[in-house]
């Protein structure tokens, strides 16, 4: 089948296509988030995010690039947005415990 045929099948909802695109690019999927973020525990949860996004986001794929393209773009991006809360709940984590003025004997 034709990669535009694909994206169509993906876009009206066809839940075997989606079955589909999943067992092709899971693999792939979790390469990148590994490579990317080295984050073993949180892998399942990222990628499981990467495939929710691509289901609710399919229908802006534009088609100017080639899918895994427009996945592997998908994917960092999820990276980045994890990691960015992860610093951000960190830094709240830390404020939390000891702030200045407080009394820590």
């Not at 694909?6 to 909802?13: I, M």
Request: charged fraction near 35%; include cysteine.
């Amino acid at each position: 089948m034709e990669e535009k045929e694909f994206v169509e099948r993906l876009k009206k909802g066809d839940e075997d296509a989606y079955r589909e695109f999943m067992a092709l690019y899971k693999n792939a999927v979790y390469r990148i988030i590994h490579s990317f973020s080295g984050m073993a525990p949180e892998i399942d949860d990222i990628a499981q995010d990467v495939f929710i996004a691509v289901f609710r986001k399919i229908h802006k794929f534009r088609g100017n690039s080639s899918l895994s393209t427009w996945l592997y773009r998908v994917t960092i991006n999820r990276c980045k947005d994890y990691l960015r809360k992860r610093r951000t709940d960190t830094v709240e984590l830390s404020d939390s415990i000891i702030s200045p003025g407080a009394d820590v004997s």
